[in-house]
């Protein structure tokens, strides 16, 4: 069992910025990728980035140049940076994490709520 727990939500005015965390335990020794999503209200939920054990980092074209994922396998932590922010960002953000190197995810934390005003 893997357990994920997101921290660092809150209300931000656009163009600002807001620092997610994702604190894993359990077994943690068999995650080999870990990944942000988000879902706003009304909509499916959307992958925003991961991270892989070997350092590969991907983005959903939405969020390129404005987040920025990290990950610190000796700590169990993996955090998202988002800068510049705007309005359409604003979603319960979901830390997850899976055992393949690809493919869908297996873990996931309860969300944090992240709201940009106009």
């Known amino acids: 069992q893997v357990q994920l727990v997101e921290s660092g939500g809150g209300l931000v005015q656009a163009g600002g910025s807001l620092r997610l965390s994702c604190a894993s335990s359990?077994?943690?020794?068999?995650?080999?990728?870990m990944g942000w999503f988000r879902q706003a209200p009304g909509k499916q939920r959307e992958w925003v980035a991961s991270i892989t054990s070997g350092g590969i980092i991907l983005y959903t074209n939405s969020v390129k140049g404005r987040f920025t994922i990290s990950g610190d396998n000796t700590k169990n932590l993996v955090a998202l940076q988002m800068n510049n922010l705007k309005p359409e960002d604003t979603a319960v953000y979901y830390c997850?994490?899976?055992?393949?190197?690809?493919?869908?995810?297996?873990?996931w934390g309860q969300g944090t709520q992240v709201t940009v005003s106009s």
């Open positions: 997850a994490a899976r055992k393949a190197p690809v493919g869908s995810y297996d873990y």
């Open positions: 359990g077994n943690t020794g068999t995650i080999s990728a």
